[in-house]
């Protein structure tokens, strides 16, 4: 297993490894969940460093920017990510996180799970998104068996 390091983060810092990646060919790239606070933060937490946007959509776009900044440092692109788990505080908004969703996505389509919870580790956190992708496994190929 390798360990995934970025922003020159000290890995003495985090409690948890940003990401791990596993085999050769094809390599799977394990995200750990990305929010709205800096993907690289102090621990304990520095309530100053970790204010995040008031808003659903802006919160969802920010962890998406985390979690493309941690795929890039491990070699994988977007393109690689083959399943999305979403943790979200405000399912009624569920519309925000798919706009933000579907933008950084694209034409791509991961398989997802979308998870109410009550709340996040974070003050004012409002969604948690991890995410996995595999890389080096050839094109896709998309079948209907319906």
Avoid: C, W
């Avoid at 969703?101 to 996040?120: C, M, Q």
């Avoid at 998104?129 to 998309?142: F, Q, Y």
């Amino acid at each position: 297993m390798t360990t995934i390091i970025t922003g020159g983060a000290d890995p003495n810092e985090m409690p948890f490894s940003i990401a791990v990646s596993t085999g050769a060919n094809p390599r799977t790239v394990q995200i750990s969940g990305a929010t709205a606070f800096p993907l690289v933060h102090k621990h304990p937490h520095d309530e100053d460093e970790l204010r995040v946007p008031a808003g659903l959509y802006d919160q969802t776009v920010r962890a998406l920017r985390n979690l493309r900044t941690a795929f890039d440092a491990a070699g994988a692109a977007v393109t690689d990510i083959v399943k999305v788990v979403i943790y979200n505080t405000r399912m009624d908004q569920q519309d925000e996180v798919n706009r933000a969703y579907t933008e950084f996505f694209g034409d791509h389509r991961p398989a997802r799970t979308h998870v109410g919870v009550n709340a996040l580790v974070g003050t004012g956190l409002l969604i948690e998104i991890e995410a996995t992708a595999v890389v080096g496994d050839g094109p896709v190929e998309t079948r209907d068996h319906f």
